[in-house]
């Protein structure tokens, strides 16, 4: 058959905004995190809140997604090269907030930071 691909990808190369390149052996990893990352699939919630707002991010159960969410109610999910990293981080018990940086009727872009870090 032709076509079918045939390339292997590699994953080992660092990733864009975070420091050191990504060698999550080393625990600080988690903490230079910082990144802007567009919401999809937003959802009505996101429209009653503001710029400099602070989302929470959890953990979709299938560890897939990252959702930010407002008093608990989902506003959207993380959408950036980035969310890789961050789920690593995050299921070792890492904490971040998303603060809105831009936010109209049809997008919204958070700041992702690890609360540790910005304390």
Excluded at 3 to 30: F, H, K, M, T, W
Excluded at 83 to 110: P, W, Y
């Amino acid at each position: 058959m032709k076509g079918g691909g045939g390339g292997s990808l590699n994953y080992s190369r660092p990733l864009a905004g975070v420091a050191g390149g990504g060698n999550l052996q080393d625990g600080d990893e988690c903490f230079k995190i910082k990144f802007e990352a567009a919401l999809k699939k937003m959802q009505n919630k996101i429209h009653s809140l503001s710029i400099g707002d602070v989302l929470q991010l959890d953990l979709e159960p299938d560890m897939e997604l990252v959702n930010a969410l407002s008093d608990g109610i989902l506003c959207g999910t993380l959408d950036a090269p980035q969310v890789i990293q961050l789920r690593i981080c995050m299921k070792k018990g890492n904490k971040f907030k998303a603060t809105i940086s831009e936010l109209d009727s049809h997008s919204c872009k958070v700041i992702v930071q690890n609360l540790i870090a910005i304390r």
